[in-house]
């Protein structure tokens, strides 16, 4: 017997608990963006417009450290990379006018993704706008409160915010080191890191990073299983 | 325009049509095998990356100081499944007081 068909209301309270917890990584990242010399409005302006949290927190943490805006822009782009395969497997399931599927497309992020998934590479459109209206919310809102308590917090380094940026990678991290190829990528991308840190700006070696998605080269070019 | 802003704008249009491409122009056809394995791979590398330069990075020298232990605490707490905002106030916290005791 099928399960009843989910709803908007499904992906609301699915993600609820989420949400609480959105709010205060939202409050984190204004707090930080500020402390990076970001201001009051551009925070907010870029969790309304770009709403997707590693990429902004990557942004902000490269400016705060003197890096350029390319560095900054490049970085953030490609840890959003992700979002070009993700927005393919849902695409299929999104019906409607272009400016619908638009907004289902701008709020799908790994969180909403994840729930809407029904199984059998299945997604719930309804699930998924929500579950993102939600987030979406949550995570501009407490941006705002974020900056807007930001200049009471003086030296971020006092209340060990500074340590905020690689716990907070490191909980995204975790969960997708499912395969050895994802650890192998993490691994490459950590030592390329390091090991360039003392000889390039700030940022760039972020970048360069990006290639230990190349570990992935022997399974593309191996044998095609499916 | 400041350099806050233009990484606002350029961030911002780069990613809505990262997000668009799939749903509004391939019309759901799936990309090659290859490309969406390395795409999947972006993130874990990425993302260490992240938390290794943000852990030692100084500048451009490599330290270890107090934000080693609140990784440190953030690995158990992850280690743990404790939900992110608890890994963040944990590592911070943890941070926070190994400078007060002056370390």
Redesign the interface.
Not at chain 1, 49 to 52: D, L
Not at chain 1, 54 to 59: E, K, N, P, W
Not at chain 2, 18 to 24: E, Q, V
């Given at each position: 017997m099928p399960a009843p068909e989910r709803s908007h209301r499904d992906g609301v309270r699915q993600v609820a608990p989420l949400a609480?917890?959105v709010v205060?990584?939202g409050a984190?990242f204004g707090v930080l963006a500020r402390a990076a010399?970001?201001?009051v409005v551009?925070p907010i302006?870029?969790s309304a417009?770009?709403?997707?949290g590693?990429?902004?927190?990557?942004?902000a943490?490269i400016?705060g450290?003197?890096g350029g805006?390319t560095s900054?822009?490049t970085?953030?782009?490609?840890?959003?990379?992700?979002?070009?395969?993700?927005?393919?497997?849902?695409?299929?399931y999104?019906r409607g006018n272009?400016w619908s599927?638009?907004v289902?497309?701008?709020l799908?992020v790994d969180e909403t993704w994840a729930v809407a998934a029904e199984g059998e590479g299945r997604f719930n459109p309804k699930v998924l706008l929500g579950a993102g209206l939600t987030l979406y919310a949550a995570w501009v809102g407490g941006t705002a409160i974020g900056v807007a308590f930001g200049d009471l917090i003086g030296d971020p380094?006092?209340?060990?915010?500074?340590?905020?940026?690689?716990?907070?990678?490191?909980?995204?991290?975790?969960p997708?080191?499912t395969t050895r190829?994802?650890?192998l990528?993490?691994?490459?991308?950590?030592?390329?890191?390091?090991v360039l840190?003392?000889?390039?700006?700030?940022g760039v070696?972020?970048i360069a990073?990006?290639?230990?998605?190349?570990?992935?080269?022997r399974?593309?070019?191996g044998t095609?299983t499916s | 325009m400041?350099?806050?802003?233009?990484?606002?704008v350029?961030?911002?249009l780069?990613?809505?049509a990262?997000?668009?491409?799939?749903?509004?122009l391939?019309?759901?056809?799936?990309?090659p095998?290859?490309v969406?394995?390395?795409?999947?791979?972006?993130?874990?590398?990425?993302?260490?990356?992240?938390?290794?330069?943000?852990?030692?990075?100084d500048?451009?020298?490599?330290a270890v100081d107090?934000?080693v232990?609140?990784?440190a605490?953030?690995?158990v707490a992850?280690?743990r499944k404790a939900?992110?905002?608890l890994?963040?106030v944990?590592?911070?916290?943890?941070?926070?007081?190994?400078?007060a005791l002056g370390a």
């Open positions: 609480i917890a205060g990584f984190s010399g970001m201001g551009s302006v870029m417009t770009t709403f997707a590693s990429a902004q927190f990557a942004a943490s400016l450290a003197g805006i900054a822009v970085a953030a782009l490609l840890l959003n990379a992700r979002y070009g395969p993700i927005g393919v497997s849902v695409a299929p999104l272009p599927r638009f289902h497309a701008q799908t380094a006092t209340w060990g915010l500074d340590a905020a940026f690689p716990a907070l990678f490191l909980a995204l991290l975790v997708q080191l190829d994802a650890r990528a993490a691994l490459a991308g950590a030592l390329i890191a390091l840190t003392p000889f390039t700006p700030a070696p972020i990073a990006s290639a230990g998605c190349l570990v992935g080269l399974r593309a070019r095609t | 400041t350099a806050a802003w233009t990484i606002v350029l961030v911002g780069g990613t809505v990262i997000k668009s491409l799939g749903p509004m391939l019309g759901g056809k799936p990309l095998r290859g969406s394995a390395l795409v999947a791979l972006l993130a874990p590398a990425l993302l260490a990356a992240l938390v290794a330069i943000n852990t030692f990075a500048g451009q020298s490599l107090a934000r232990l609140g990784v605490a953030a690995a992850t280690w939900p992110v905002l890994v963040i944990l590592a911070a916290g943890t941070t926070a007081l190994a400078r």
